[in-house]
């Protein structure tokens, strides 16, 4: 069995819309026969850290138990990239499907290509100039161009 490794940069699996679309994906990937493994960056269930939990069919771990900061939308999640590096130096993906979130798109590429995984990028929201707090001088509109 094939399997895909999803990676939210959010809540899963409920909380915000990207939970609902990630979710979605994650129940058309199953049903196409894949084994799918979530790392999430936040819940708001009562799951812990570090546990692997099943909704579905449908594995997902959570990377932090502590508030969204708004530094978080900058720099993204504390752990989050130190968890996708052993999760994948662990076990074998054949693919890896992941949020548009701009603060790690090219860390997480970076990581997922050096071991030769074929990787998905769900876009879902339309940005421009206008949706940066500080314009052209917005780390996050900085990181995504």
């Not at 915000?16 to 493994?37: E, P, Q, T």
């Not at 530094?71 to 996708?84: A, E, M, N, Q, S």
């Not at 290509?113 to 949706?131: A, H, T």
Request: net charge positive; with cysteine.
């Amino acid at each position: 069995m094939k399997s895909i490794l999803v990676l939210v940069n959010s809540f899963f699996p409920s909380g915000v819309a990207i939970s609902s679309r990630m979710m979605n994906f994650c129940r058309l990937f199953r049903d196409a026969g894949y084994r799918v493994h979530v790392i999430t960056a936040h819940s708001q269930g009562n799951e812990e850290v570090g546990i692997s939990y099943e909704l579905e069919g449908i594995t997902y771990e959570v990377v932090s138990k502590k508030p969204v900061r708004s530094l978080d939308t900058f720099i993204g999640t504390p752990g989050f990239l130190k968890r996708v590096r052993c999760y994948l130096d662990e076990n074998h993906q054949d693919y890896v499907f992941m949020t548009s979130s701009v603060e790690f798109f090219r860390r997480l590429s970076r990581i997922v290509s050096n071991r030769n995984i074929k990787c998905f990028v769900e876009q879902c929201e339309w940005l421009d100039l206008s949706n940066y707090k500080f314009g052209k001088l917005d780390l996050r509109y900085i990181n995504a161009e």
